[in-house]
């Protein structure tokens, strides 16, 4: 990393071993380092410990030898991430708290409220790269590609990411690892977060039942005929396999994916998986992408680019089309179990360059 003196730097700690090794990284390349932890909003049911997480942080940033100051945005990020993901859900949508708190608060409130307080540039522990092409920066996958978070990071603006840092891009998480037990880092061994930062271990359908009325309704087949029950539409996602019941199923019948729900009357109807049937609900080859973002210049009908709809899902070759300020997708081959809400984030040929995203409809 090219030494910076004079340069400060508010790095996000989150009590974890990734943005500890971060803040490391950035004081060992010159960086005046500054630890911002940033309280969210809880539910009360829920067995995450903010304390705890702060106390780990405040640890951390002691070894490392800098400031930690704590930022509450829980009232922010009740407003701005919790209740928009119930009002998605209750619409039958399936949205995306980790790309909404990426947008409102890492790079939103966090982002201008450091900045006011003179910070230079502001930095995360995500598994992404960031690289300069002339005047502009580009948005790169990390080194992980198990790890890789650029699909959570497609809101990101061209000026944000000019002022932002990724310093553990260009490492493995088993190299974060061992860099953490290298430099003596208290939370070098404790595990990786699982699920909603905002949950901790609670299961995300209990949540959703404290905030969302059971509404129990009818299960079909691709014929329309009823075969099971559900707890709501609302709790389901395309693609999901679990939480209703059928009424008659066989120890080693094959597993049902729901492929499609029905808001108004309350329904869903499921199908074996079976690719391009009729009965999968395929969205076919075209979706439609609100709320976009660029990172940088919009691309061209005639790119070829790769797209990935869900986290972790396999990027396929598509191009677009640009219709004011809506995006057609469209993929080379058939989709399934695409979920509108959910984002569709697109990247260049080779799928290394995050050129942006949106929401599905």
């Not at 209740?83 to 949508?93: A, P, T, V």
């Not at 960031?130 to 650029?150: F, M, P, R, V």
């Not at 290298?182 to 909603?196: M, V």
Request: charged share 25%; proline share 4%.
């Amino acid at each position: 990393m090219v030494r910076k003196l004079g340069l400060k730097v508010c790095v996000g700690m989150s009590g974890g071993v990734d943005s500890s090794v971060a803040a490391v990284l950035l004081k060992k390349g010159g960086y005046e380092v500054v630890g911002v932890f940033i309280k969210i909003w809880i539910p009360e049911l829920s067995n995450c410990d903010w304390r705890a997480e702060r106390r780990d942080a405040m640890r951390a940033a002691a070894k490392i030898g800098i400031p930690l100051i704590t930022l509450d945005l829980s009232a922010e990020y009740k407003k701005l991430v919790i209740d928009y993901l119930l009002r998605e859900y209750r619409l039958g949508r399936t949205p995306n708290p980790d790309v909404m708190c990426n947008k409102e608060i890492k790079f939103g409130l966090f982002y201008r409220e450091v900045m006011k307080r003179g910070a230079d540039f502001i930095a995360t522990g995500h598994y992404a790269r960031k690289q300069l092409l002339g005047t502009s920066c580009q948005l790169l996958a990390s080194k992980d590609k198990n790890k890789d978070q650029t699909y959570f990071l497609w809101t990101l603006t061209p000026e944000i990411l000019s002022k932002t840092l990724f310093p553990i891009g260009d490492y493995k998480k088993s190299e974060v690892r061992k860099l953490a037990a290298k430099f003596g880092l208290p939370n070098a061994a404790k595990p990786d977060s699982q699920g909603l930062c905002f949950l901790g271990p609670v299961d995300f359908k209990d949540f959703l039942a404290q905030h969302l009325p059971e509404k129990v309704g009818q299960v079909l087949d691709g014929s329309g005929k009823v075969i099971g029950e559900h707890k709501g539409a609302h709790f389901y996602t395309i693609g999901e396999r679990h939480g209703f019941t059928l009424s008659k199923q066989t120890p080693d019948e094959a597993p049902h994916y729901i492929v499609s729900k029905d808001m108004k009357n309350n329904t869903i109807t499921i199908a074996v998986r079976i690719v391009n049937s009729k009965i999968d609900n395929s969205r076919g080859r075209e979706i439609i992408l609100k709320e976009v973002n660029w990172i940088g210049r919009a691309p061209k009908s005639s790119d070829k680019l790769m797209a990935r709809c869900r986290y972790r899902a396999p990027l396929v070759p598509c191009h677009v089309k640009v219709e004011g300020d809506r995006v057609k997708i469209i993929f080379d081959q058939p989709q399934t179990t695409i979920a509108s809400g959910q984002s569709c984030v697109l990247y260049d040929a080779r799928g290394v360059a995050c050129l942006g995203g949106g929401v599905i409809e």
